[in-house]
């Protein structure tokens, strides 16, 4: 009897510590990789995340949110993770990395009809106004290797209007999200022109640095997997057939 209490005692002294270990897993409205659909997380990013999900057994749910809210929940929550966010030595130590699960280009864009041509840094520096989002890792860089000419802004889609309507000369943004993020700005691939690719970006699932490191290896040993059986491969066919064709873009 007293061996029976002793462990219904260290089941309910357990239930907490199981119920907190549920992952919050936190992205952000970046389609085609991540966005809601019918009141549902889906894309490319997703769709890695939940098959992860599915082949660790891990308890999980997966949200939606602002970018600069889901980087300040991820650097001070345990269990929890960010995706997808792009590795780099200034954040090497602050997270626990699992990936790579996507490759992505950044690039100069203008208007077709401005008939610039921008083939080094030193030409977009000197080209006018660059505009981006002020909280992108991409502006962080420009800035560091000193242009004087970015223009912050909140969004995305703020960035494109500014270039649709001629208050920038250059847009920087990255293959994997462009369609996209001209849709949104009122544009299309076929009226812009792209420029110098500048920087390539591995994106990670960044997990916070109070998360279990036993449960972060585990989830890149299944990604692992995912990549040796063709299961990665056959999502980035699925969702982003388009990318991987840089040359197809240039000619338009």
């Known amino acids: 009897?007293?061996?029976?209490?002793?462990?219904?005692?260290?089941?309910?002294?357990l239930l907490p510590n199981l119920a907190a270990a549920e992952l919050r897993l936190l992205t952000e409205q970046a389609p085609p990789t991540s966005?809601?659909?019918a009141g549902k997380p889906t894309g490319?990013?997703?769709?890695?995340?939940?098959?992860?999900?599915?082949?660790?057994?891990?308890?999980?749910?997966?949200?939606?949110?602002?970018?600069?809210?889901?980087?300040?929940?991820v650097k001070h929550e345990p269990d929890t993770a960010l995706f997808s966010m792009v590795r780099t030595d200034e954040r090497e130590a602050q997270f626990q990395w699992?990936?790579?699960?996507?490759?992505?280009?950044?690039?100069?864009?203008?208007?077709?009809?401005?008939?610039?041509t921008i083939d080094s840094l030193d030409a977009a520096a000197h080209s006018g106004t660059v505009a981006l989002p002020k909280?992108?890792?991409?502006?962080?860089?420009?800035?560091?290797?000193?242009?004087?000419?970015?223009?912050?802004?909140?969004?995305?889609?703020?960035?494109?209007t500014m270039l649709k309507h001629g208050r920038v000369k250059l847009i920087a943004t990255e293959d994997l999200t462009l369609r996209e993020e001209l849709a949104a700005g009122g544009l299309t691939p076929e009226e812009v022109q792209a420029h110098l690719a500048f920087m390539n970006s591995d994106y990670y699932i960044a997990f916070s640095p109070q998360t279990d490191a036993a449960l972060v290896t585990q989830w890149q040993r299944e990604l692992d997997g995912m990549r040796r059986d063709g299961?990665?491969?056959?999502?980035?066919?699925?969702?982003?057939?388009?990318?991987?064709?840089?040359?197809a873009l240039r000619g338009r």
């Open 44 to 73: 490319y990013a997703v769709a890695v995340v939940e098959e992860l999900i599915h082949r660790t057994g891990q308890a999980a749910h997966i949200e939606l949110l602002p970018w600069t809210r889901a980087y300040h929940l």
């Open 231 to 247: 299961s990665l491969q056959a999502l980035r066919q699925r969702w982003l057939p388009q990318i991987g064709q840089p040359a």
């Open 98 to 116: 699992v990936g790579p699960i996507l490759q992505g280009s950044t690039r100069f864009y203008s208007l077709k009809s401005s008939q610039l």
């Open 1 to 13: 009897m007293r061996a029976w209490l002793l462990v219904g005692l260290l089941v309910v002294e």
């Open 35 to 37: 966005y809601m659909e």
């Open 135 to 160: 909280q992108w890792y991409t502006y962080e860089t420009l800035q560091q290797k000193g242009f004087t000419n970015l223009y912050g802004v909140p969004s995305s889609k703020q960035m494109v």
